[in-house]
């Protein structure tokens, strides 16, 4: 859960320096989308090292996932922000300036599976590094969370006499080694990056209390992971500190889940209602294969139709529509180079979207 926070606000970061310096309570609203691959086929992750280049255009994911910060408020003088997940709240942010701490983090429990804790951070994370080549960042403190016994929920461990309170601590180290720099590329964009190496981990502990002492009984709980680490290589923009992939890799660098930035990267939306149906195309420019996803629109039987910049047709697909975010996948690649227009029309022939499509050479 920390990193997928991290990778938010390093987008929002590079925001915010690419924008003069905008205000985090000024970013309220803003949207990003991301993308998730797990298991991704041919993404070479190489060893450290200098002027590198990442090539990682086949990543087909569609954006359907967004995050936003949204202010809830002032205490102290100290400006809180909720960090949201599609509608749920993750964490709990402090706002100052230019500058913003994650105070809280809402994370699963470990001992009732399925429901949720608020975890409060000491000292409080401060997510961003942007040291150059051979720099090093860490970060080592603790996530904790007390409250009552759940009585009416089923818990992997129950004690023999019921606790009045529970304690989970993790215990939270973070080191961040910048090791190489070079080109990366991504479906819809091309940037020069650091690559940093992430070692997270986190050990955990937990505390059952009757009357006034707490007592360890970690070791009582047999299915309780209490250590687990993650390995993560970040490409983070040299030029904003933009964070544009979070891979997740276990031993010789193997990419086991990889989240990236897709386009849009920032929509400022203060209202998401009135929708209106939609299509994308991603990625655009594209060599081959495109996902076409459409929004907001009726379940029912749709044409999506590909001209050429004179207007010719010269491929058309059949879509029936029974998700609010469908997704199809065409392929262009027997198409020439150059621009095209392609068109959402419903079943009586009227047109929903049209919009521009560019395919280059591979």
Known sequence: ?????????????????????????????????????????????????????????SLKAPYALSRRVVVTGERDKVIYASLVNGKQTDAILQLSGNSVQIVQLIEDNPICPGNKLLYSLTPAFKPFFEGGLGETYEYHGKMQSVFAWPHDLNCTWVPAQLPDS????????????????GTLYLPTEVNDVFRQHILEKRTLKVETKRGYSWKDVTAQIPTLKTITY????????????L??????????????????????????????????????AYP????????????????????????????????ETDVVVDDPKKT????????????????????????????????IQP
């Open 1 to 57: 859960m920390i990193r997928y926070i991290i990778l938010f606000v390093f987008m929002s970061l590079g925001v915010l320096l690419s924008a003069q310096q905008m205000k985090w309570t000024e970013l309220a609203q803003d949207t990003v989308y991301y993308a998730n691959e797990y298991l991704p086929d041919g993404l070479m992750v190489t060893p450290p090292g200098p002027g590198q280049v990442w090539d990682f255009r």
């Open 166 to 181: 529970c304690r989970v601590t993790y215990s939270l180290s973070y080191d961040i080694d910048v090791d190489g720099d």
């Open 230 to 241: 993650k390995e993560i290589l970040r490409f983070v923009s040299s030029d904003t500190g």
């Open 243 to 280: 964070e544009w992939a979070d891979i997740e890799i276990k031993d010789n660098y193997q990419p086991v889940r990889i989240e990236f930035k897709t386009f849009p990267l920032v929509t400022r939306i203060f209202s998401e209602k009135p929708s209106r149906p939609d299509i994308f």
């Open 284 to 315: 655009n420019p594209t060599f081959d294969v495109v996902r076409f996803q459409m929004s907001d629109l009726l379940y029912g039987r749709y044409k999506l139709k590909i001209f050429n910049i004179l207007g010719v047709p010269v491929k």
């Open 328 to 359: 199809i996948a065409v392929d262009l690649g027997d198409l020439q180079r150059g621009t095209y227009l392609y068109r959402l029309q419903d079943g009586f022939g009227r047109t929903i979207k049209t919009k521009r499509i560019v395919l």
